[in-house]
């Protein structure tokens, strides 16, 4: 009997142990993120800047009716007048299962409540025209809409409303849609520093809405908006954007739309060729045949008229790496000649410069000589081998030191400054003081008793304007200035009765 109990507690106790296990597998596998799907950018049913517009006016792949004007960069659904309404659309069907589209747009205007709003669609037939935000009404498919002007006075605008309809709903513009709306939140978009980005997304039956606010460039920055789940949309059907004004008007700006096919993991893409139609294929396949024999035909025509031309091999109508890099290290060589040549001339304007700035010199030290003529007291310095006068010290060493720094600061701007030429122009610098001093020793040496000439003083200067005249100004320029305080203050004061 207790043989027997063990052997069911042992049973009992691995048949949990299987159980709980089982369970905490099934916990792991529910918790693993899910796996997106693969996004694929669809050119034809999209649209961006710049060149947005073709040189007709018109947009690649896309047909725009009513008030809406593109242009290179963007494309104005309505612009800022009354009772305006415009619309975009494209031109093929999508039928594409589960998609993407990521709308960049602007709405700007001067008022602090604006209207009416725009609108994004996707419906199985093109509404180019109509009362609901410048698009028809009764419409199958979707909308997506940016109400901006509260019709209901809830006080519940500017909001993005999901509406579908099977075509055969009219919409309720009295209260803004609200009765009829499957998703809804409250979002300003209007006049913000960064255009407002929307990304709607249908994925396995589920629509969901996420908004860029516009208040940071971050282009990747979007919160959550509204989610629509088990929503059941027409299989094939048309992409479009549509605006509309009314008593209050908006400037709506569509900047981008881009549309994306998603599939699920696992599931291989379809092919580019599978999404041609048979009728398309084989026209191009025919202008592609017509070509290729046009082509054909002009080789024949060209080695007919210049037999001896042969063609060259492709190998030489391109530049290999090797060829490359021995003609970008033969290239700046020769830069570097060149830049030497120039450094050559520059010194050679430099050494010219200094000829005459020496000779310059030595034309002004020989006129202060010889212009040290009679009246002067002169004496003899065995030591320097020339006579020096009392007036000695005008021979204008300052200026020629003046002129030495010069011409150095001159050759070393112009990019010669070598060792040897400034080592020349200190050793002349040094020189010059060396001469300086002497000659000033000298001249103190052969007059001890002359005292330093100064400058007569000036006369005091008589004063133009008395006591009595001064009180009086500054009693009329006080009485002045009072009045033109009262002045401003009546003014003010009567420009405050306007408000």
Not at 316 to 335: A, H, K, M, W
């Amino acid at each position: 009997m207790a043989v027997s109990n063990v052997r069911v507690f042992i049973l009992s106790f691995l048949a949990g142990l299987v159980f709980h296990r089982s369970l905490a597998n099934v916990a792991v596998e529910g918790s693993t993120p899910e796996e997106p799907p693969h996004r694929r950018f669809e050119y034809k049913y999209s649209f961006k800047g710049p060149h947005l517009s073709q040189s007709d006016g018109g947009i690649p792949f896309w047909i725009h009716s009513g008030n809406a004007i593109p242009s290179a960069d963007q494309v104005r659904i309505t612009p800022s007048l009354r009772s305006q309404r415009g619309s975009v659309w494209t031109k093929n069907k999508v039928n594409f299962e589960n998609w993407e589209a990521e709308v960049t747009f602007r709405v700007s205007g001067r008022g602090r409540m604006g209207a009416d709003g725009l609108a994004v669609w996707f419906t199985s037939e093109q509404g180019l025209d109509g009362p609901v935000y410048g698009a028809a009404d009764t419409w199958n498919g979707i909308g997506v809409f940016f109400d901006s002007f509260d019709n209901d006075g809830k006080k519940n605008n500017p909001a993005i409303l999901v509406i579908g309809n099977n075509g055969n709903l009219v919409y309720d513009h009295q209260n803004d849609g609200t009765t009829q709306a499957l998703g809804t939140c409250l979002r300003d978009f209007r006049n913000k520093p960064y255009p407002i980005r929307a990304k709607i997304t249908y994925y396995r039956k589920t629509l969901t809405v996420l908004i860029n606010n516009g208040f940071t460039p971050d282009k990747e920055d979007y919160e959550f908006c509204t989610k629509v789940e088990n929503m059941v949309i027409p299989t094939e059907g048309f992409f479009g954007i549509s605006a509309a004004t009314g008593g209050l008007a908006d400037d709506h700006d569509v900047l981008s739309f881009l549309l994306f096919r998603l599939t699920e993991p696992g599931q291989q893409p379809p092919s580019v060729d599978s999404e041609i139609p048979k009728d398309q294929k084989d026209k191009y396949q025919e202008e592609f045949q017509n070509f290729q024999q046009e082509l054909d035909k002009k080789k024949e025509e060209f080695q007919k008229e210049h037999p001896n031309v042969q063609g060259e091999p492709l190998d030489d109508l391109y530049e290999s790496v090797n060829d490359r890099e021995i003609r970008q290290v033969f290239e700046g060589q020769n830069r570097i000649h060149m830049e030497i040549k120039q450094i050559n001339r520059q010194l050679a304007m430099i050494l010219d410069e200094q000829r005459r700035y020496v000779s310059v010199i030595t034309d002004e030290i020989s006129k202060k000589g010889t212009s040290a003529g009679s009246g002067q007291v002169s004496l003899q310095a065995p030591t320097f081998g020339f006579t020096l006068n009392t007036n000695l010290t005008d021979l204008g060493f300052n200026k020629v030191s003046t002129l030495v720094v010069f011409i150095q600061h001159q050759g070393n701007a112009g990019g010669a400054g070598t060792y040897e030429t400034i080592q020349h122009f200190n050793d002349i610098k040094e020189n010059l003081h060396t001469v300086k001093r002497d000659v000033e020793h000298l001249v103190q040496r052969n007059n001890p008793g002359d005292k330093v000439v100064k400058c007569p003083e000036l006369p005091p200067m008589p004063s133009c304007l008395s006591t009595v005249h001064f009180a009086i100004f500054v009693v009329i320029q006080t009485v002045l200035f009072f009045c033109y305080i009262m002045y401003k203050s009546q003014q003010e004061a009567a420009a405050k009765k306007f408000f």
